[in-house]
């Protein structure tokens, strides 16, 4: 079976800090893919808001999230706090990629590395419109 791969780049955009909680752990006492699901979306939140965006409005649109694919590379635990790296992926005339690195934040080991496929929507009139300029900014 062939690994997914996923390339982070050099460029850092934003990086969140996240505590794993014990509500996050699984019957393996580690850290679920679940709630490292939610770290990532927490880390993108905050990526956005550092640009006075959210995931409801950037320039009128909102997101919804098309894809995604996560690479785990070790096991976190309670009490650990992880570094969630956010940088740019491909970015298209209707959606755009972003990638995030998980580190643990004492060590530097990497945890996953992730990416998630975003599509521009306008939410009232049900359609997808064009990649905002001011999305496309914050990318610089």
Not at 70 to 77: G, H
């Amino acid at each position: 079976m062939e690994r997914l791969r996923i390339d982070f780049p050099e460029r850092v955009l934003h990086t969140e800090d996240v505590p794993v909680r014990i509500t996050d752990l699984n019957y393996g006492n580690h850290l679920g893919h679940d709630k490292l699901v939610s770290m990532l979306h927490e880390a993108r939140v905050a990526f956005l808001r550092s640009h006075g965006m959210g995931e409801l409005d950037i320039d009128g649109l909102g997101i919804i999230l098309v894809d995604l694919a996560v690479s785990y590379r070790r096991e976190a635990f309670y009490g650990q706090v992880l570094s969630i790296d956010v940088a740019a992926g491909e970015v298209g005339s209707r959606g755009a990629e972003l990638l995030y690195r998980v580190r643990d934040r004492a060590s530097g080991e990497v945890v996953a590395l992730a990416r998630t496929g975003l599509l521009f929507y306008d939410y009232s009139a049900k359609r997808v419109g064009a990649t905002p300029e001011r999305f496309r900014a914050a990318l610089l």
